[in-house]
């Protein structure tokens, strides 16, 4: 099974999902407190009891806003701490912090005051009460099974159901508002990230970090639908003005954030309007009509993988780079995109969100707000515009490595989480956009050691608009999110080249490459940087950048108690001389460390022999081969004969077998 490549995201057997039974383990207490002693219950045993929602905000985020009295506090998700901080917003003091028994991607305030959070290293949902004050740390209620690497969150209208996204086990489930328990579990396309509720609590909305896609879940009656929006769009060039493209959609990727509700006006159209950059801009007023959703993401134009470019990964086309940052503007009634075209500025270097990763609505204004990895930015954007990006109306510098933000809009200001400094801002919105509208607030940030030791290495993987790194402004986590991959088939002067997962996989799979070329990481990263344009990275920076490639955090695989036995026979399979996968994928995740000749389907190789690749989460990182020319395993394992091993001669059901077995690596 020589050239099962990992570079995609599609699950062909499914864990099964339990949400519901989850027995509760005892957390002792700590120095700095902690999640406190559990209960059976994920239901509030102090009703009434300390501070509640903010606002009427229900979807998740690394910030989330609730209020004592009138006091406004943040609870902020620091996944390297793995805690919960409480903030005073108005006094920008830390109040309390409560450990976790895992790291927390985003928190939501329930409508009881509850306090919900996904640790993604653990694949559940933790519950957390609040005490009379907010100086106490939080009560830990329950945690609650979910599938594999939970991160969104959101609540319906009426609260009777929490939404989670699971991105590794690509799932939507629903658990009950009071009791967690599960309603049900949806399978969704790949990497879900942030999920919200239309404001009649019909359907749910979720983003995707790969695929271009947003998919809409029916949350009524029995079946659950789910279908899918595309939001591909064509571009337009600065030259000559106006020129559009009429080939082929770009692609989408970089899908963490979403927003809803936008100003139109009454035929339900949106339109440009001039803005004064910068300044503090005259309210547009809140919307007149609801029904937009807004989908911060980077859109990419891989090339034609038939073709070999003159450029490694691409370049830029007709003065378009090969990916550019769009708020892709939704129609949810209608269920379609109404961004349909990229603007090309004609530049590059331009300190572009590139890397979005978090996004808030204030009402009041009717403007987007918008994080930025890799230029550590919150921009403000007109939300009337076709496409809000760009129609910046300011921005702001943060810390390093803004993930989450929330936005209160009764005291005009959006609070900041910038994990990668694990620093907290309160950003004045009411004037210029300046230092001083920054406010920094000091929490007791304390890493694990894991997480130190990684810091410097992450914030290199993320830098955006550095010659050292590329020379159009793309970061290695442009084609790596989380490390993984982009999903992509890319043009390249050696032929089509899919996007290899690095997360997990990294060490002890040399020689690197798809040729098989580079004996170690430094000298495969010196040939990548110089085939994407820079300069380089030297030193101890490159050893910290090579440092979290080969740690960074990896998915958490489920164990699949329901697939034990299709997992055995598979694992049998795989093993069998008569399939000869372990001839050249060693003990299953391990490598040969030979090329072989896997038949290329197009002229535009250079080369017909490629490297055997790892086979370590193959689960979730379709579509397969160099060039992606299978879209799932069952596809792969199909068609195989002699060319990677012999496959196609099984039953439909030992195909299953083995699709299970390999699901579990």
Not at 199 to 228: I, P
Not at 281 to 290: E, I, N, S, V
Not at 510 to 522: S, V
Not at 574 to 600: I, M, P, W, Y
């Amino acid at each position: 099974m020589r050239r099962l490549a990992l570079c995609g995201l599609i699950s062909v057997q499914v864990a099964a999902i339990g949400c519901g039974g989850a027995k509760p383990e005892v957390a002792g207490p700590s120095a700095k407190g902690s999640a406190g002693s559990q209960v059976a219950s994920c239901e509030r045993q102090h009703p009434g009891v300390g501070a509640v929602r903010l606002g009427k905000e229900r979807q998740g985020s690394a910030v989330a806003l609730a209020q004592i009295g009138s006091e406004p506090i943040a609870y902020v998700a620091d996944e390297d701490s793995r805690a919960i901080h409480t903030v005073s917003v108005d006094k920008g003091t830390e109040l309390a912090t409560t450990k976790l028994e895992g790291a927390p991607s985003q928190a939501l305030v329930l409508a009881d005051g509850r306090v919900a959070v996904t640790l993604k290293d653990k694949n559940q949902v933790q519950v957390l009460e609040p005490a009379a004050q907010p100086s106490a740390p939080l009560a830990s209620l329950c945690r609650v099974d979910v599938p594999a690497e939970p991160f969104g969150l959101a609540a319906t209208p009426d609260d009777k159901q929490v939404l989670v996204t699971s991105a590794w086990d690509r799932t939507l489930t629903a658990l009950d508002g009071k009791s967690l328990a599960k309603k049900f579990g949806v399978q969704v396309a790949r990497e879900p990230r942030a999920v919200l509720v239309d404001d009649r609590g019909e359907r749910a909305f979720v983003s995707h970090v790969v695929g271009g896609k947003m998919s809409v879940v029916d949350l009524t009656g029995d079946k659950h639908d789910v279908r899918q929006i595309d939001l591909g769009v064509k571009k337009i060039t600065a030259f000559p003005a106006g020129s559009v493209d009429t080939g082929k959609l770009r692609g989408g990727s970089q899908g963490y954030a979403l927003a809803k509700s936008v100003e139109v006006d009454e035929k339900g159209e949106v339109g440009e309007k001039p803005l004064v950059k910068g300044q503090a801009p005259k309210a547009p007023g809140p919307a007149k009509l609801p029904g937009r959703i807004f989908a911060p993401m980077a859109t990419v134009d891989p090339g034609d993988a038939a073709v070999r470019s003159q450029a490694y990964y691409g370049e830029p086309r007709d003065g378009v780079p090969k990916e550019a940052p769009i708020v892709s503007v939704i129609d949810a009634g209608a269920e379609r995109a109404m961004t349909r075209s990229v603007l090309s500025l004609g530049t590059i270097l331009t300190q572009e969100c590139l890397l979005p990763r978090a996004a808030a609505m204030r009402a009041s204004t009717g403007t987007l707000f918008v994080t930025c990895l890799g230029v550590d930015a919150l921009l403000e954007l007109d939300s009337r515009g076709a496409d809000p990006m760009r129609l910046e109306r300011r921005r702001w510098r943060v810390p390093v490595g803004p993930t989450g933000v929330a936005v209160d809009d009764a005291h005009g200001r959006a609070v900041v989480w910038s994990q990668f400094e694990g620093k907290l801002s309160v950003v004045d919105l009411r004037g210029k956009a300046d230092a001083a509208a920054v406010k920094l607030v000091k929490v007791s940030y304390d890493p694990t050691p894991e997480a130190s030791a990684l810091a410097a290495g992450r914030t290199l993987f993320h830098l955006t608009d550095d010659r050292r790194v590329s020379n159009d402004g793309v970061a290695c986590a442009s084609c790596h999110p989380d490390g993984r991959e982009d999903s992509f088939t890319w043009s390249t002067p050696e032929g089509p080249r899919q996007t290899i997962m690095l997360a997990g996989r990294t060490p002890s799979t040399a020689p690197y490459g798809w040729r098989g070329l580079h004996g170690d990481l430094k000298a495969y990263l010196a040939n990548t940087f110089t085939r994407l344009g820079g300069s380089g990275l030297q030193g101890g920076e490159l050893d910290s950048l090579i440092a979290f490639i080969e740690k960074m955090p990896s998915p958490r695989n489920p164990e699949e108690a329901a697939h034990r036995d299709a997992i055995a026979r598979g694992k049998e399979l795989f093993f069998a001389e008569e399939q000869g996968c372990a001839s050249c994928h060693l003990g299953g995740n391990g490598t040969d460390k030979v090329t072989h000749d896997v038949r290329s389907m197009t002229s535009a190789d250079v080369d017909p022999k490629f490297d055997t690749p790892s086979l370590r989460f193959v689960r979730g990182t379709a579509p397969y081969f160099h060039d992606g020319r299978y879209k799932t395993l069952e596809e792969v394992l199909a068609a195989n004969d002699t060319q990677m091993g012999h496959t196609s001669q099984l039953t439909q059901r030992d195909i299953g077998a083995l699709s299970a077995y390999l699901d579990s690596l």
